[in-house]
């Protein structure tokens, strides 16, 4: 479901929309919980999904795989 999900928002949405969605699946499951899996803290996990933050990539891998999903890349057609 978390996987639908995001993939919608990036098929969909803007890259602040994915922040804020990705953001949404982390406070579902508990901030304390994917700052633990993460190895973040929970300030710098507030701070990386905010509206209109810019974090660095490999925050965005380490929350993802923290959420349970993964990024992967597919050929589009043109």
Not at 32 to 49: D, F, H, N, Q
Not at 53 to 78: E, H, R
């Amino acid at each position: 479901m978390v996987a639908e999900y995001l993939n919608e928002v990036l098929e969909n949405g803007n890259e602040n929309d994915l922040l804020v969605a990705i953001g949404n699946v982390a406070k579902a499951i508990g901030m304390t919980k994917i700052a633990e899996k993460s190895g973040l803290t929970r300030p710098s996990l507030y701070k990386a999904l905010s509206d209109g933050a810019k974090p660095q990539f490999s925050t965005i891998v380490k929350v993802l795989k923290a959420v349970g999903v993964q990024v992967t890349v597919n050929p589009i057609s043109v």
